[in-house]
């Protein structure tokens, strides 16, 4: 059975640089916490940029716990903080590193493409490249960018691309958008605790709410963290879509309801939730092609990872895509 890892994340030395020009500069972002903490000067996560840059450390983890493949993304934020033009240099930069590091090591890497969405034409040009020149597998980003969401007109080239090219877009997640800053401020609610999935999950029903899906309907979006809470919802949002946003007229109509778009155009992963329970109401709800194995590498450990899903009752066909045969689908893999 292959073991094939969907969200595991690294950086570059030119973006870490850039990370931290941004971690003493007075971005109002409640990014910035992680930003300083990983990347600022004499950082307190020192080891998480190092395992985030150390490519033969990560090798001899996968090594050691018989991880088959890691499909590699330029870890959050991205170049989401960047200006416009520092952004589109950046990432195409990173989408060149990655092409790098997996020529290297052609079967254990695979790897989704970053692009600029602070100019949404240009992202365009460089998912294109990304993905018919330099063979990438997929897309990632990083939820809003400057505070915005993508169901606007000017973010349509985007999407319009990756349905043209079948590149499944990652949308990982960063803290919430500053509009929504109060609620998370404290606590360390901003990230991985709790905010990520707040972010994500309310990005990803606004794409749905807003008919992106009828206008791109080939479109393939996966999530982390088990689908970031949506499919728990998946009732209530149909029933409120109907009975309350519909009929208040706030709300397009659309051609299918909300947990239909949920089961057509995502993929969720299992990335930092090892909860047997959760996985199988997910494989239940969604169906067994529709999850995909993650660790979250590093900042979570991957032995744990590899012996929650070894331990996870499922029968062995069901495991067998769960683990990796879903991801060389979604993703295009050998
Ligand atoms: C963390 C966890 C950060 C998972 C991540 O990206 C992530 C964290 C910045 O615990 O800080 O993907
Ligand atoms: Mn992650």
């Given at each position: ?163 043209a090219l079948d590149a ?116 239940d709800m969604l169906g ?47």
């Open positions: 059975m292959r073991r094939i890892a969907t969200e595991e994340a690294f950086s570059i030395p030119e973006v870490a640089a850039e990370l931290n020009r941004i971690s003493k500069s007075g971005q109002q972002s409640l990014d910035m916490r992680l930003v300083r903490d990983v990347y600022g000067d004499n950082p307190p996560r020192q080891y998480t940029l190092d395992g985030l840059l150390d490519w033969d450390e990560r090798i001899r983890v996968m090594d050691e716990c018989g991880v088959d493949m890691h499909v590699l993304s330029l870890t959050a934020p991205g170049v989401q903080m960047f200006d416009a033009p520092t952004a589109t240099a950046l990432a195409a930069t990173a989408n060149d590193a990655l092409v790098v590091e997996i020529a290297k090591n052609p079967t254990r890497f695979a790897g989704l493409a970053s692009f600029a969405p602070q100019d949404p034409e240009g992202a365009a040009k460089e998912i294109e490249r990304a993905i018919t020149q330099l063979k990438l597998h997929g897309l990632v980003v990083n939820s809003h960018t400057h505070n915005e969401w993508y169901d606007q007109a000017k973010y349509f080239s985007i999407f319009e691309a990756a349905e499944a877009i990652y949308i990982h997640p960063r803290a919430p958008r500053w509009d929504m800053a109060g609620g998370f401020d404290t606590f360390g609610m901003e990230n991985a605790l709790w905010g990520y999935g707040v972010e994500v999950s309310t990005h990803c029903l606004r794409l749905i709410f807003s008919g992106l899906f009828d206008r791109f309907p080939k479109l393939k979006i996966v999530i982390g963290h088990m689908g970031e809470g949506i499919p728990f919802w998946l009732w209530r949002l149909d029933y409120m879509h109907k009975n309350s946003a519909l009929k208040s007229g706030v709300a397009p109509k659309l051609e299918l309801t909300p947990s239909e778009y949920f089961k057509r155009n995502f993929w969720i992963t299992t990335s930092g939730q090892e909860n047997p329970l959760a996985l199988q109401y997910s494989i067994a092609d529709r999850v995909m194995w993650a660790i979250d590498y590093p900042y979570q450990p991957t032995a744990p990872a590899v012996q929650f899903m070894d331990d996870a009752p499922l029968d062995e066909e069901t495991k067998a895509l769960v683990y990796g045969e879903n991801a060389a689908r979604v993703f295009h893999l050998a």
